[in-house]
């Protein structure tokens, strides 16, 4: 029983290019989130989808920033033009509904982004 | 606003000692979860414990426990019988009453165990 997959675990991007990073979220979980982690903090909330939805974007930078998940296949973040400061690690999780109690939320092993 | 609060930014502890990590959180919510997580260096977040803001008792994970004192807002981690591979970073984390993901994270104790 697969968790959440994540790829690519490390990328490395030049300044101006594009990263796409995918998630595709454990068996039955048709919920999906995104969260960014920059060195020393703690994780923040990025964008929640649900297959063919963006339920809520608001932790997403307005420009270059980008997530869908399709019916078919992972879920994807892309970043365009990729800064310095995009440098951080981004982890996905999924749970089988939006909303509920106890420890419902799976996370993947992260993809991490540095950007040169 | 709400707000996890770890105040200690490492700790280091003998092994087979036990350690609590501190977590203080902030929110007028009646309702809410709290999440403690490993981060070790290979870096994947590993749950280890849930306390529901209504569960009366503490919880209970193997070695882990979950020392919640709800009128003092805090929610410290105890790990029993330390080990090395418990070397890691430990984040804090909260759930608000009307989100199942907007999960909000302290920024985290790095915990490393001497031999």
């Known amino acids: 029983n697969a968790g959440v997959m994540q790829n690519p675990r490390h990328l490395v991007r030049r300044r101006g290019q594009e990263a796409r990073l995918r998630c595709s979220p454990m068996k039955g979980h048709s919920h999906v989130y995104w969260y960014r982690q920059l060195p020393e903090e703690g994780l923040k909330f990025m964008v929640y989808?649900?297959?063919?939805?963006?339920?809520?974007e608001s932790g997403m930078p307005k420009e270059r920033f980008s997530a869908e998940f399709p019916k078919e296949g992972p879920s994807i973040l892309r970043i365009q033009q990729v800064v310095r400061g995009d440098s951080a690690a981004y982890f996905c999780?999924?749970?089988?509904?939006?909303?509920?109690?106890?420890?419902?939320?799976?996370f993947g092993e992260g993809s991490w982004l540095t950007v040169v | 606003a709400q707000k996890i609060t770890q105040t200690q930014p490492g700790m280091f502890v003998q092994e087979k000692e036990a350690v609590t990590l501190d977590c203080t959180y902030d929110?007028?919510?009646?309702?809410?979860?709290l999440f403690w997580y490993k981060q070790p260096s290979s870096g994947e977040m590993i749950f280890l414990i849930y306390?529901?803001?209504?569960d009366e008792q503490n919880a209970t994970e193997g070695r882990y426990s979950l020392n919640f004192q709800k009128a003092r807002k805090s929610a410290n981690l105890v790990i029993s019988a330390s080990q090395l591979g418990d070397s890691a970073m430990y984040f804090c984390?909260?759930?608000?009453?009307?989100?199942?993901?907007?999960?909000?994270w302290g920024a985290g104790t790095k915990l490393i165990i001497k031999p």
């Open positions: 999780a999924s749970s089988s509904t939006g909303r509920s109690s106890g420890n419902t939320i799976y």
């Open positions: 929110t007028s919510d009646q309702s809410y979860g």
């Open positions: 306390q529901g803001s209504y």
């Open positions: 984390a909260m759930r608000p009453m009307d989100s199942n993901y907007q999960l909000i």
């Open positions: 989808l649900q297959k063919e939805n963006i339920i809520d």
